[in-house]
Nanobody
Framework: QVQLVESGGGLVQAGGSLSLSCAAS????????MGWYRRAPGKQRELVAT???????NYADSVKGRFTISRDNAKNTVYLQMNNLKPEDTAVYYC??????????????WGQGTQVTVSS
């Protein structure tokens, strides 16, 4: 069984910063890509940023220059540093990982989500 556990959400004023982390645990054999997605109230879930095992990253245009994704492969953990936050960044943030386990091929796993609220 694989678990992704997020932490670090909260309430912050516009212009502030927050850092999210997500640790994957369980019978993991190999993690390919990891990423962050978000779902704002009344909207569909959207990609925020992804990062490959080799460190190549990809960002949504709306967060480029403000958010930084990173990962620690030894800890099976992905991070999201969010700076200069805006009210429109308010959403539930989900981490995701594409990985193989000791018992299956590549599959996508999701965390439970963490709330980020940015006040104006």
């Amino acid at each position: 069984q694989v678990q992704l556990v997020e932490s670090g959400g909260g309430l912050v004023q516009a212009g502030g910063s927050l850092s999210l982390s997500c640790a994957a645990s369980g019978s993991i054999f190999r993690i390919n890509a990891m990423g962050w997605y978000r779902r704002a109230p009344g909207k569909q879930r959207e990609l925020v940023a992804t990062i490959t095992g080799g460190g190549n990253s990809n960002y949504a245009d709306s967060v480029k220059g403000r958010f930084t994704i990173s990962r620690d492969n030894a800890k099976n953990t992905v991070y999201l540093q969010m700076n200069n936050l805006k009210p429109e960044d308010t959403a539930v943030y989900y981490c995701n990982a594409v990985l193989t386990t000791a018992y299956s091929g590549y599959a996508v796993y999701w965390g439970q989500g963490t709330q980020v609220t940015v006040s104006s």
